[in-house]
T-cell receptor, first 112, second 113 residues
Framework: QQPVQSPQAVILREGEDAVINCSSS?????VHWYRQKHGEAPVFLMI?????EQKGHDKISASFNEKKQQSSLYLTASQLSYSGTYFCGTENYGGSQGNLIFGKGTKLSVKP | SQTIHQWPATLVQPVGSPLSLECTVE??????LYWYRQAAGRGLQLLFYSVGIGQISSEVPQNLSASRPQDRQFILSSKKLLLSDSGFYLCAWTPWIANEKLFFGSGTQLSVL
């Protein structure tokens, strides 16, 4: 079951904040977040494994609400380099280990 | 350190022609291997995954097939390409242990004309 990401696209000015959500209709075992620049391979951001877990590095962080079957990615004080498409990948309980189902992505554009 | 190689980077093929994309991983043993496809403006769709030599699981029935002739080699093939096969193909690997991130290759942009 493909997770649903929202919003589909967002435009920010440098320094503004953004939140990207990822929801699943099935119980989640883990959530991965990746960022992809146009024409390039996705780059890993973080994995969340436990309900209630929060992680972050630099000004990008994420939370995992296992009960609500959703995760959110927080981008604070956005920089031009944050532009790209963000994908969440989910692993469901009962699914094949390590096989991620990705959402359709959220396109983030940061303007000067 | 581990590296993943995927080639070619771009490919233009006529409808009905065969396809072979190759992916190799270096610096690790017994990796899980994956083929993903990304159509223009779409998300990443898992096509095949493999947990060992000769072991291939298909996630989506289609015109494509995959093979793993060696531990660190993964090949995506088609006997006859369709227009709908166009897209960005990504090979990826994870360590055999659980809960590890995906390491993606640089991708192949396939255009079927």
């Amino acid at each position: 079951q493909q997770p649903v990401q929202s919003p589909q696209a967002v435009i920010l000015r440098e320094g503004e904040d953004a939140v990207i959500n990822c929801s699943s209709s099935k119980a989640l075992y883990s959530v991965h977040w990746y960022r992809q620049k146009h024409g390039e391979a996705p780059v890993f951001l973080m994995i969340l494994l436990k309900g209630g877990e929060q992680k972050g590095h630099d000004k990008i962080s994420a939370s995992f609400n296992e009960k609500k079957q959703q995760s959110s990615l927080y981008l604070t004080a956005s920089q031009l380099s944050y532009s790209g498409t963000y994908f969440c990948g989910t692993e469901n309980y009962g699914g094949s280990q390590g096989n991620l189902i990705f959402g359709k992505g959220t396109k983030l554009s940061v303007k000067p | 350190s581990q590296t993943i190689h995927q080639w070619p980077a771009t490919l233009v093929q006529p409808v009905g022609s065969p396809l072979s994309l190759e992916c190799t991983v270096e610096g690790t043993s017994n990796p899980n291997l994956y083929w993903y496809r990304q159509a223009a403006g779409r998300g990443l769709q898992l096509l095949f995954y493999s947990v060992g030599i000769g072991q291939i699981s298909s996630e989506v029935p289609q015109n494509l097939s995959a093979s793993r002739p060696q531990d660190r080699q993964f090949i995506l093939s088609s006997k006859k390409l369709l227009l709908s096969d166009s897209g960005f193909y990504l090979c990826a690997w994870t360590p055999w242990i659980a809960n590890e991130k995906l390491f993606f290759g640089s991708g192949t942009q396939l255009s079927v004309l």
